[in-house]
């Protein structure tokens, strides 16, 4: 009776355990998100195993150059990654104004890894991963359009970082 009333009651949970491990299909990312990314960099925002960042904002506002790393929750991986692969992210484009770095997050799946470097004063980031033949490659645009979720982030990975005003 391998299809009969007592194989199917078995069905829900066969299908629960293929859901928790991973046999379900990943969430994809949009189409703008995955031209901005690249199959490499989204690769890894689908899957983080770890991250680390940097606050370049001092207490008093002002920018540093040489900030450390520090590891932080995973959990702050999981937002960014939200946030960098959604379409609604890159539908406005950069404000006026220089890049300088306000916080930056390197995010690891296993052993390759991607920098994310923003900049609050004109809404930009910079996104840097190694490229299939050697050197980094780095893409620029604009998030705009995800400004108070990117703020939410940094400020959850520096709770003293605050993202200066909109000009």
Known sequence: MLFGMKSIAWLPLVIGMMVSSGCAAPQESGRRANDFLGASAASILASPTRIEGWNFQRPDGSVMADAS??????SIARELSKVLRSDQTYRLPTRA????HS???RIWSGTEALDVVLSFG???LEVKYPAADGPSTSSFAGFTAAREPMAQVAHKAFPAFNAPKEK
């Open 103 to 105: 916080v930056a997050f």
């Open 69 to 74: 790393p520090q590891p932080l929750d995973l």
């Open 97 to 100: 104004g220089a890049f300088e």
């Open 122 to 124: 004109n809404d930009q």
